[in-house]
């Protein structure tokens, strides 16, 4: 099984400010990745695959970079919706898929 | 406007059958692969199971396989997950969701939908 390794598990971050959100694989996964994020009481909502593709209707502050094992979703300039925990999920192994543990990304 | 929308979830005893019901509208349920995707309460996400779009072929987390079963009725397009043999580790919110692609599995999603609870306890 691929492990998928967030960090930082929280980040604080003011409004108006970028925020970078890491993820790591035990193994490469090439651009095999995807970023969602879930707001308390939601499904989670897609918002990068293909490790640097947005989803349709994704905001352009949203963009994810890597490859390999090695990716990052940065957020620019933060709005009060972004608020909220971010998954990343490996889908190159399948049918083993799996996702990272979270960041929550929480008011400063 | 694409909508999932799961039913079924309910409080069980370890041991005991529950079987979850995921009611798709609003796009083309036959030409969809469908995933169950669950998630402990305060936990992350763990991909549960996954069906093509003619309902034959099927994977399954290595947690689930022997005890889950997914199907998929396309008439009624409607998708299933028959649970046997729960367990208090089974606990937890349970989403269907499409596949973002057509015919063959790429397995991650597009949309999902609100999620069912179940809970496993004596």
């Known amino acids: 099984e691929i492990v998928m390794t967030q960090s930082p598990a929280t980040l604080s971050v003011s409004p108006g400010e970028g925020a970078t959100l890491s993820c790591r694989a035990s193994?490469?996964?090439?651009?095999?990745l995807a970023w969602y994020q879930q707001k308390p009481g939601q499904a989670p909502r897609l918002l990068i695959y293909?490790?640097?593709t947005r989803a349709t209707g994704i905001p352009a502050r949203f963009s994810g970079s890597g490859s390999g094992a090695e990716f990052t979703l940065t957020i620019s300039s933060l709005q009060s919706e972004d608020f909220a925990v971010y998954y990343c999920?490996?889908?190159?192994?399948?049918?083993?898929?799996?996702f990272g543990q979270g960041t929550r990304l929480e008011i400063k | 406007q694409v909508q999932l929308a799961e039913s079924g979830g309910d409080v069980v005893q370890p041991g005991r059958s529950l079987r979850l019901s995921c009611a798709a509208s609003?796009?083309?349920?036959?030409?969809?692969?469908m995933h169950w995707v669950r998630q402990a309460p305060g936990k992350g996400l763990e991909w549960v199971a996954v069906?093509?779009?003619?309902?034959?072929?099927?994977h399954y987390a290595d947690s689930v396989k022997g005890r889950f079963t997914i199907s998929r009725d396309n008439s009624r397009n409607t998708l299933y997950l028959q649970m046997d043999s729960l367990r208090v580790e089974d606990t937890a919110v349970y989403y269907c969701?499409?596949?973002?692609?057509?015919?063959?599995?790429?397995?991650?999603?597009?949309?999902w939908g609100q999620g069912t609870l179940v809970t496993v306890s004596s």
């Open positions: 969701a499409r596949d973002v692609d057509k015919a063959a599995a790429i397995y991650y999603f597009d949309y």
């Open positions: 609003a796009f083309t349920f036959t030409s969809y692969p």
């Open positions: 069906i093509s779009d003619d309902g034959r072929d099927k």
């Open positions: 193994q490469s996964v090439r651009s095999k």
């Open positions: 293909g490790a640097s």
């Open positions: 999920q490996q889908y190159n192994n399948w049918p083993s898929i799996t």
